[in-house]
């Protein structure tokens, strides 16, 4: 058994490893001592994009879900195992095997959730190490909280990340979760083995350690044979750093 980042591998046999993934949420939803209102079934949906993302970008296929519900089956449970289920299609996995259990013995006043994801990684699929250096975008801004209901339109899609990563020069994607944008490209420039980081004119630092609540920040290492045509042909991502051996 062993850790990469966020997530948990053990291997499965000779190709392959079993891949599994977390993220809870509390607090926010549509009880009366929740800090954050919003529907259910969208704090759901935002909860399990969370190691959605982290396996997309790590090129884990998912096997299954499961939904740990806080709170009574209905209406909270319900309306959590719908936004779940919703999600995934969303992201491409309509079929995807879920279960879980709800808490029907106690009365709450919060809402309150845990996801985990199961998958598979193929070593095939990993992307080998290389001495470039490594070109460092952000796709989307760092939003928490309320923060997240009033620009739920504006949030990056599953199939940006998707094509994203099937781009030829990608070297590593990584979700930006509550430790922030700084945390995580130092997370890449560790795995890669670059350690020397240099952040863009420009950037804005305040932003470097906000949260990026429901991983709505994307990094991304790209090679830098093939920085200019990866800014051809995502335009939309910000240029935050560089990072070399």
């Not at 919060?110 to 990993?126: C, E, F, M, Q, R």
């Not at 739920?152 to 979700?175: E, H, T, W």
Request: one cysteine or more; glycine letters at 8%.
């Amino acid at each position: 058994m062993s850790s990469y980042r966020d997530l948990m591998q053990l291997p499965l046999d000779k190709v392959n490893d079993l891949v599994i993934a977390c993220d809870s949420s509390a607090g926010i939803g549509k009880k009366a001592d929740d800090q954050v209102t919003i529907a259910s079934s969208v704090m759901a949906a935002f909860t399990i994009r969370v190691p959605l993302l982290e396996f997309i970008c790590h090129g884990v296929t998912p096997l299954a879900a499961v939904d740990t519900v806080g709170n009574e089956m209905y209406p909270t449970g319900q309306a959590v195992i719908q936004g779940i289920r919703d999600e995934l299609a969303h992201a491409g996995f309509a079929g995807l095997s879920l279960n879980g259990s709800t808490e029907d013995n106690m009365t709450t006043q919060t809402t309150s959730v845990g996801v985990t994801l199961i998958g598979k990684l193929a070593h095939s699929d990993l992307v080998p190490a290389t001495p470039e250096p490594l070109h460092v975008f952000q796709l989307g801004r760092p939003l928490v909280g309320d923060a997240v209901v009033a620009h739920i339109n504006d949030i990056f899609s599953y199939d940006q990340v998707k094509a994203i990563r099937r781009f030829v020069g990608v070297q590593d994607m990584l979700p930006v979760g509550s430790k922030g944008i700084a945390y995580e490209v130092n997370q890449i420039a560790k795995t890669q083995q670059h350690p020397r980081l240099t952040w863009s004119v420009g950037v804005n630092q305040q932003q470097l350690t906000t949260s990026a609540g429901p991983a709505t920040v994307v990094i991304v290492a790209v090679r830098e044979s093939r920085r200019l045509p990866f800014t051809d042909r995502f335009p939309e991502l910000l240029e935050i750093g560089r990072l070399e051996v």
